[in-house]
């Protein structure tokens, strides 16, 4: 296992740092630019309108599909 360069925890190896300090270095960078905390929400809202729900769901659903059965195939050898 790695460590968080910050605290020191212990994360999955090619992280860097640990969900608690990635949250707070994101949250720091949002209070510090305005433009950017207002783009972010933007983009949030955008992301929950049905419309675009739909199509990040007919997007994600045949790669869900596909790793399916890939697993099936390994565990049927």
């Known amino acids: 296992m790695a460590k968080c360069i910050k605290c020191g925890v212990d994360v999955a190896i090619g992280r860097q740092k ?8 994101v949250r720091a960078l949002l209070r ?7 783009a972010f929400k933007d983009t949030i809202r955008k992301m929950r309108q ?3 729900s739909e199509k990040m769901a ?3 659903a045949p790669v869900v ?5 890939l697993k099936r195939a390994i565990e049927n050898g």
């Open 18 to 25: 640990c969900l608690a300090c990635s949250t707070e270095d």
């Open 65 to 69: 599909e596909a790793v399916a059965v």
């Open 58 to 60: 007919e997007r994600v």
């Open 32 to 38: 510090e630019n305005p433009e950017l905390k207002q």
């Open 50 to 52: 049905p419309e675009n």
